[in-house]
């Protein structure tokens, strides 16, 4: 059977279940109802939470510029919100059209249009809050104490004649640029009181 072909180019359908166990039916019924012929329809059995859907890898290779690829579901193309995303941004940056036929959207259109600016508003709204909650824990980490990225280094011999000068250990810190945290890393106060009992070391004095 000759492709379907519309002013649009082509029509490929994709259609998943996720198990061995669900039918593929309602998709493909509404696949073939929306016009797209059985040999342009990708299926596989697959969990949609997979990164690897080697048939909708297919689908997407068999796009031309002009095509639409038609889902019966926006979950059936995207693991999440920013996958669904970065595939719908790819298809359209490669001028080709997608629909949803239960949600009734189309690129095409300009209410599609719409829609996928919506959804990269959501999405970059998403991917902000992330990086605040990431950020907001790492000065919590920070100011317990704690260490983040690379562990600042300074010079141990210096710091240990200053506690051997009974420098306490927030001068030690704020003499080599350090948090008082990373000289409390190496030496307990118990060690710095046994340092300061010590002494200066014979060329300091």
Known sequence: MKSKETENGVLIGYARVS???????LQLDALKRAGVVESNIYVEKISGASKKRPALDRAIRALRPGDTLIVWRLD?????????LNRM??????????R????????????????LHILGAIAQFERQ???????AGIRAHVERGGNHGRAPTFDKAEAERMLRKRMIVKEVADALGVSR?????????????????????????
């Open 89 to 98: 941004q790819h298809l359209q940056k490669n001028k080709i059209a997608f």
């Open 19 to 25: 198990t061995i166990e669900q039918k593929l039916d």
């Open 129 to 135: 809050l992330t990086q605040e909650r990431t950020n």
């Open 181 to 205: 945290q990373t000289i409390a890393n190496h030496w307990s106060a118990e060690d710095a009181r046994r340092l300061a009992r010590l002494g200066p070391l014979k060329r300091d004095r």
């Open 76 to 84: 059936r193309l995207g693991r999440n919100l920013l996958d669904l």
């Open 100 to 115: 949803s036929l239960t949600e009734s959207v189309d690129t095409s259109t300009i209410m599609g249009q719409l829609l």
